[in-house]
């Protein structure tokens, strides 16, 4: 499929769509492809990455071999 055929055929499905939160959602996502786009994170969200940051500098994570053990022992339950 060529590009200009890519294009009419997603003109075609936006011009469908009469959800205004899926329009929404693809907005955004079309904007996270520009180069000038900035992911904002929320307060929410910056609080659990620090907190999950220190989680990790305190030793208070499992190695993927040590989850895929446990994985497969419980698995086996």
Avoid: C, H
């Avoid at 294009?7 to 996502?29: A, C, G, N, T, W």
């Amino acid at each position: 499929m060529s590009v200009n055929e890519l294009q009419q055929r997603i003109i075609d499905e936006v011009l469908k769509m009469e959800s205004p939160e899926l329009l929404e959602k693809f907005y955004k996502l079309l904007e996270m492809e520009k180069e000038e786009y900035v992911y904002q994170l929320s307060e929410e969200r910056k609080l659990i990455i620090r907190e999950a940051q220190a989680e990790y500098k305190a030793g208070k994570y499992i190695t993927q071999e040590e989850l895929d053990k446990e994985l497969d022992e419980w698995l086996e339950e």
